[in-house]
Structures are given as structure tokens and as C-alpha cells.
């Protein structure tokens, strides 16, 4: 395993990964250095094997003598011949070849750093940090390498065998931990967690029913799209449960994603703009966070007929309290300013999360659906597109007052609404569909709709109902697993019991 992981690991470097690039899931690994993970396990236990081989072989054996340390390895030296003394001479020829090779390196930091200077590390002090800090850790390699080497051949030699077994492991342990521990020290991170998370005025804005809206972020190469990208989408909006049109990491889009974007994507002309607020529209996307002079812009280009967009607050970005000189994202927060720099944005076209249409138009074609989306005429306040028949067809000129919905709960996989349908309706919901996603009305099951392509529905007939939208996978993966986990333990079983049997004759 330790083998064929690290060939994979080099992916399209190597020919042999085009033969297992066909099989299920492998093309679906988007970066093939991810066998390391494999690699580090399997030289994990490979290690585990190797230390338990040298207790037994080397310090699980009476000692030779009550001599010191120095005359057990002379003593031992002399006499050693094989596998035992070429290894060390092998290992002692490798270290004058690592030193030396340092030393070299070493010399050569200069010209590291003028070379690291013409790959993109301009800057003078960032680059002599880089070269640093490779030199430094050739250095610890070939210390540690020299400290390994030492401990091993005292182990061959005898010299720490029999009563001195627990010191060879005692030794053997704190050079491990020590190796390890300043190797991965650089990426031990610690927060101030309170200080971290703490809120601000626009985030507190934001929390008040998040599951009722969504936020994005205006693109404007700003400080603050810094800031929103690095702590408040992937940190605060998490933590206080806003929900964001801004996705933090997805390998590969899903090809229903990727086609309704595609589909409302501005084509870069004037034309087209109106797109990127009927993307917002249909996303139940109601903020947004950015310059604030971006306000006219907004108004004039993209919806330059209705002019639905409006600042709720203007904000600073500044050091939180008690930091004087950030040096990190985290140590920055959002202040209200009547002249601050950005502001947070209203855009009161956007759809609400749920509401009732009882005007709908059936479009089992996708290609149709998604330009009727784009299209200057549709109206989505007034009309959703379902992907299947329904019992009935909407009646005429009803959708001036087609009923109520209101949140009764809402959580990731259990959403429930009371509703008031004053005629037949669809309740669209603008929370992405998947066919695990069951609906219920009234406690009975009803079918699940694709509404507007990507969203998710369900038909209601007149009157007052409880609605609930509740997601659950299907139970075939699991009764697999279990099965298997079954299987192993019945195996298990098998092998305890014969061996007690073995035993016993």
C-alpha cells in the first residue's frame, strides 16, 4: 500500500495512473497528492512493525555484559559482520553525504533567494524567509538523522539491552516526540476564540432569521472582500448560521448548479447585466456586502427600471477592541460610519425563502426552463416553473393574493411551515432540490416538485396546512454497511473461537 500510493500520488506525472483514472470514483479525485494521506498511514504502521522487530531482536535479549556503553559498541565493532555492520557503514556514508550537502546548500542561499525572486516571491524579505527557513530544515534533518543513526547502532551493539531495554525505549520515545513535535509545531494554530468569533453590528443584521435570506459579497478587490472571504463566509456566518449565495469549497459543481449558473451569467455587455440581480432574485439573495459607492452602480446597471437596491448601513472595517496593530483577518471587525467605506446592501427584489404561486407553468424541458429564467419577460414574482404535471391548472388572474406561508422551524435537514392557500398553489421553497428531500403535508406524504429548475415544491390545495420538508437518505447504503459489519464481526467470532480450540488441544 505504501508503494502504489506514492506512485499514485503523482497523478499525470507517472503513465500507470491512466490505468486506474477509469475506475468509479477515481476520476472524480481532483488532486491525486491526496494518496499521501495513504502513503503516511501505511509508513505509520510500517514503522509500528519495524520498532516492535528491533525491541525484540536487539532489547528483548539478556545483555552481553555489565560493560559500559563505550566497550559494548568497541567490543561489538569488532566482531560485527553482515547485514548489522554494512548498515551502519551505509548510514554513516549517507550522513557525510547529507552534511555536505547542507553545507552547500547552505553556501547557496543567495542564490535561492534571487532565484525564488524570479518565480513570483519579489519581495526581498519574503524570499530570504523562504530560503531560511529551507536551509534551516535541511539542518534539523541532518541532526536528527545523526541522533537516529547513534541510537540504532547502540541498539545493534547490545549496549542497551537487557536492563537497560527501558531506557533504549525511553530514548528511542523522546527523540521521536521531539522530532515530530518540531516539525509540526509551524502548524499548530491557536485562536482566541471569544475574540475571534465575536459579533459586530452587521453580522448582529444578519442573524435575525437567516434561514429567511441569503448574503454575497460584491466583487471589488477590496480589504474587506478579503476579510468577508477569510473570516465572516467560512467563520462568523457559520458560526452564527447566516447563510450565504457564496460558496466557501466544492471540488466539482453539480451539473444542475452548474448549468443554472451558466444560464444566468451575464454575457459582459450592458444587455445582460440585468442577469446578475435576477441571479439574486430567484436565490432569495435579499443583502449584499461591498463598497458603498458600488449603490448607483447597482441602481443604474443592473436594475435600472425599478432601482431596488438601498443601503441599510454603512460600516469601517477597524482593529477590534483592545488590538492596536493587526497582523491577521481575524483581528478585524465591522464598525457602523455614516462615511464608512462599504456598506450593507437591501436588494428588496429578491424572492422571499418560501412563497405561494397559484399561477404556474409546467416546463419539463430543462433547456426551455433556464431561458425562460433568463428571459427579460418572466416575471418571478407572479409565475413559478415546475418540471411536472400537476392535478390541476392554475386559475386565471388569481395570484394577486394566492395565500400565506410562514415559518414554523427551520433546521438543515427539517424545515416546517404553516401555510394559507386560498387556491390551488405550489409552494416553492428556495433551498436547492435533491430526491432525498421528502414532503409532507398534513403528516401525508406528497410528491416532491422541481420548481425553477433548482428549487424545491409542493402542490397545496385550498385551505390552512402544515407543511414539512424533511431530508433523509435511503436506507440501501446502510443496510450494506451493516451487513458487512456483520460479516466482519461473524468472521471474528469464527477466528476466537478456533483459536481456543486450537488451543486447548
Not at 499514485?8 to 494518496?35: C, D, E, H, M
Not at 435579499?286 to 454603512?314: C, S
Not at 467605506?341 to 425563502?353: I, N, S, V
Request: charged residues 15%; proline residues 6%; hydrophobic residues 45%.
Amino acid at each position: 500500500m505504501l508503494i502504489v500510493s506514492l506512485l499514485l500520488a503523482f497523478g499525470r506525472f507517472a503513465p500507470f495512473y491512466q490505468l486506474v483514472y477509469a475506475l468509479p470514483y477515481f476520476s472524480t479525485i481532483r488532486n491525486p497528492i491526496k494518496f499521501l494521506f495513504v502513503f503516511s498511514w501505511a509508513l505509520v504502521v510500517i514503522f509500528g512493525y519495524g520498532i516492535h522487530g528491533l525491541s525484540r531482536r536487539y532489547l528483548e535479549v539478556p545483555a552481553a555484559g555489565p560493560a559500559s556503553l563505550s566497550v559494548q559498541f568497541r567490543t561489538w565493532w569488532t566482531k560485527a559482520r553482515g547485514f548489522d555492520r554494512n548498515w551502519v557503514s551505509l548510514c554513516v556514508v549517507l550522513f557525510i553525504g547529507s552534511l555536505l550537502a547542507w553545507l552547500i546548500y547552505a553556501v547557496q542561499k543567495p542564490s535561492l533567494v534571487a532565484y525564488l525572486k524570479t518565480v513570483g516571491f519579489s519581495d526581498e524579505n519574503m524570499a530570504g524567509q523562504i530560503a531560511a527557513f529551507s536551509v534551516r530544515q535541511a539542518g534539523w534533518f541532518c541532526l536528527f538523522f545523526a541522533l537516529a543513526l547513534g541510537l540504532f547502532t547502540l541498539m545493534l551493539s547490545g549496549a542497551l539491552a537487557g536492563r537497560r531495554a527501558k531506557w533504549g525505549g525511553i530514548l528511542l520515545s523522546v527523540l521521536l516526540v521531539l522530532d515530530l513535535g518540531r516539525a509540526n509545531l509551524p502548524w499548530l494554530v491557536f485562536w482566541n476564540y471569544p475574540q475571534k468569533y465575536a459579533g459586530n453590528p452587521i453580522i448582529r443584521l444578519l442573524q435575525d432569521k437567516p434561514y429567511e435570506h441569503r448574503v454575497a459579497v460584491l466583487h471589488s478587490k477590496s480589504l474587506f472582500e478579503e476579510l468577508y472571504n477569510i473570516e465572516w463566509s467560512q467563520q462568523l456566518f457559520t458560526y452564527y448560521n447566516i447563510q450565504s449565495l457564496d460558496v466557501i469549497q466544492m471540488s466539482r459543481l453539480p451539473e444542475d448548479l452548474a448549468a443554472y449558473q451558466t444560464a444566468l451569467s451575464p454575457l459582459g455587455t450592458p444587455d445582460t447585466a440585468y442577469l446578475v440581480a435576477r441571479h439574486w432574485e430567484l436565490t432569495n439573495t435579499r443583502y449584499l456586502l461591498g463598497p458603498a459607492g458600488f449603490l448607483d452602480e447597482l441602481n443604474q446597471q443592473l436594475d435600472p427600471v425599478q432601482h431596488r437596491f438601498r443601503i441599510v448601513q454603512r460600516f469601517s472595517v477597524v482593529p477590534k477592541p483592545g488590538i492596536e496593530n493587526p497582523t491577521q483577518y481575524s483581528e478585524l471587525t465591522a464598525v457602523p460610519a455614516e462615511d464608512g467605506d462599504y456598506a450593507l446592501f437591501e436588494f428588496t427584489g429578491a424572492l422571499p425563502r418560501a412563497r405561494l404561486y397559484s399561477d404556474w407553468q409546467v416546463s419539463t424541458n430543462d433547456n426551455t426552463t433556464l431561458e425562460t429564467l433568463a428571459g427579460t419577460n418572466f416575471d418571478a414574482w407572479n409565475t413559478v416553473l415546475v418540471s411536472t404535471n400537476l392535478p390541476t391548472t392554475p386559475a386565471a388572474a388569481t395570484n394577486a393574493n394566492p395565500g400565506t406561508v410562514e415559518f414554523k422551524s427551520y433546521a438543515p435537514t427539517d424545515i416546517q411551515f404553516t401555510t394559507q392557500a386560498g387556491a390551488p398553489s405550489v409552494l416553492l421553497l428556495n433551498d436547492k432540490f435533491d430526491p432525498n428531500w421528502h414532503v409532507f403535508v398534513d403528516g401525508r406524504a406528497e410528491p416532491l416538485l422541481r420548481c425553477n429548475f433548482i428549487m424545491r415544491g409542493v402542490y397545496l390545495t385550498p385551505g390552512a396546512h402544515t407543511v414539512e420538508f424533511k431530508f433523509s437518505l435511503p436506507l440501501g447504503p446502510l443496510s450494506v454497511t451493516l451487513a458487512a459489519v456483520g460479516v466482519g464481526m461473524l468472521l471474528c467470532g469464527v477466528l476466537f473461537f478456533s483459536t481456543r480450540r486450537t488451543a486447548a488441544r
